[in-house]
């Protein structure tokens, strides 16, 4: 099969280069020269475990290839999936001018039947939305079917997500576009789920809502467990072992980030609102999740008294382990909140300063050596759970810190280990 991706950002990429690697011919194409440049020279935009291997073999035997000429790579494929970024706008719903642009460059360079297929995270409507744009703008009666077939991938775990994908939901109304999509998704054995348009949109806004509302649950159950003095780490072994409550998104910690669950949070509640219905669990997801960011920093001020001329390292920029990307990440809440309430702030992450950086500016220091944030500070705060977190030798901590204070919004310690060692540790939803 000949596919173009438009849009080379994480989720075009990954899907892009497992296409290939399952044997179609792709071209990835983005407006961005320089992205593009670079990974014809074999540069990862993104760091993405793996990804770079897939690229240099699949580049290396033709199958896979990259432009900034989004009209070639449309008259030459077959399939066109658009995977292009849809941010957050003011008003909370996605904005979908790169959508629409992709739409009407495919409308214009339309030169027989193709399969439009919208693997960005949009709201339900948006492929009714697409197939208007490109009819407007196609030349002639030319046929094309437009489909809905969402992603599902992690950052970081990304390429193992797409190539060991749990199912592929393909919504469109047309047979004959079902059994070009079926027939890419083979190699990867799945479980194809059929459903229409807008059904298959919705499924990607329910998915990520849910989980969002999960991880929120658990953090108000973590939230009573401290008044309780009950331990919500055993209470997530204690439920998830149920298969129908499942242990996955059971960690409780400083709240969600990332470019999926706040954008998609909030644009289902826009969704939801605009045709008359008030989603009040996920409201209350969303405040849960930012309330969590202020507790955080609520129990640094309580464990030190006050904040004021305090000096606090900040272990983790990135909102998660293994990507530097920092979009909606607790510590581009946490820090300016640290900062308003007198403290200076030393910040440590290993892939993730130099974009943390462009928001943070110059609220806090930056290093990359983990012992040297720690260094004569008040108390060590933990944001992310790098493995180098994990990992720390906890006693050259406590001689490091002028006292051994730690805040930790990620559960990475064992609560014995750390009495025994002397620290002052106050976690998430477990005894202090
Ligand atoms: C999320 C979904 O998991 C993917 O299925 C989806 O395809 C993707 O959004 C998307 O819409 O593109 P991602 O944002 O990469 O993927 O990150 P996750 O690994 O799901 O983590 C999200 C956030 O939840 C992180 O901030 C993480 O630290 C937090 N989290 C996750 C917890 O605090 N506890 C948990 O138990 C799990």
């Known amino acids: 099969m000949k596919i173009a ?23 990835c194409c983005d407006i961005d020269e320089e992205k593009i440049e670079g990974l014809n020279l074999g540069r990862m935009p993104i760091y993405e475990p793996g990804l770079e291997t897939l690229v240099d073999k699949n580049t290396k035997q033709g199958r896979l290839r990259f432009t900034t000429n989004i009209k070639e790579a449309v008259r030459a494929s077959d399939v066109i999936f658009i995977a292009v970024g849809t941010p957050m706008s003011r008003t909370g719903n996605a904005d ?19 399969i439009i297929v919208n693997k960005s995270t949009v709201p339900v409507g ?3 939305l697409v197939a208007s744009i490109v009819r407007h703008h196609a030349k002639g009666n030319v046929a094309f079917d437009v489909v809905s077939n969402p992603e599902f991938l992690r950052e970081g775990e990304a390429v193992r997500d797409t190539m060991q994908m749990e199912r592929a939901v393909i919504g469109t109304d047309s047979s004959r576009a079902f059994e070009i999509m079926e027939e890419i998704h083979r190699p990867f054995r799945t479980k194809i789920i059929h459903t229409s348009i807008e059904t298959a949109e919705m499924i990607k806004y329910a998915a990520n809502a849910f989980l969002a509302t999960k991880l929120s649950f658990i953090n108000d159950i973590a939230l009573i467990c401290e008044r309780v003095g009950a331990d919500v780490d055993q209470v997530s072994e204690g439920i998830g072992a149920d298969s129908r409550i499942g242990k996955s998104f059971l960690q409780a910690g400083i709240g969600y ?22 989603f009040k669990m996920l409201e209350a997801a969303i405040e849960t999740n930012f309330r969590q960011r202020e507790d955080f920093v609520a129990k640094i001020e309580k464990t030190l008294g006050s904040l004021e001329g305090k ?20 510590s581009l809440d946490v820090i300016p909140m640290l900062r308003e309430k007198g403290a200076m702030v030393k910040a440590f992450d290993p892939a993730a300063i130099s974009r943390a950086k462009r928001q943070l500016g110059y609220q806090c220091s930056y290093t990359d050596d983990i012992y040297e944030a720690i260094q004569n500070t008040d108390a060590c ?10 990992s720390l030798d906890l006693n050259k ?4 810190l002028k006292e051994p204070v730690i805040i930790d919004g990620r559960n990475v310690f064992d609560l014995d280990v750390m009495a025994q060692l002397g620290f002052t540790y106050v976690s998430i939803g477990r005894p202090a």
């Not at 606090?312 to 920092?326: A, Q, Y």
């Not at 705060?381 to 994990?390: F, G, H, R, S, Y």
């Not at 901590?397 to 490091?400: D, R």
């Open 397 to 400: 901590v406590k001689n490091l």
């Open 257 to 278: 980030g990332g470019s999926c669950f706040p954008k998609d949070t909030a644009a289902l509640h826009y969704l939801a609102k605009i045709n008359g219905f008030d």
């Open 311 to 330: 000096v606090i390292s900040v272990l983790g920029l990135s909102f998660k382990p293994n990507t530097n990307d920092v979009r909606y990440a607790p």
């Open 96 to 114: 979908l001018s790169f959508v629409k642009e992709a739409a009407e460059t495919i409308g214009k360079h339309l030169n027989g039947y193709k």
């Open 381 to 390: 705060a933990i944001l992310t759970d790098w493995d180098e977190v994990k």
């Open 126 to 128: 948006t492929g009714r």
């Open 5 to 27: 991706v438009i849009g080379t950002g994480y989720v075009g990429l990954v899907t892009g280069t497992c296409f290939a690697e399952t044997g179609n011919r792709v071209i």
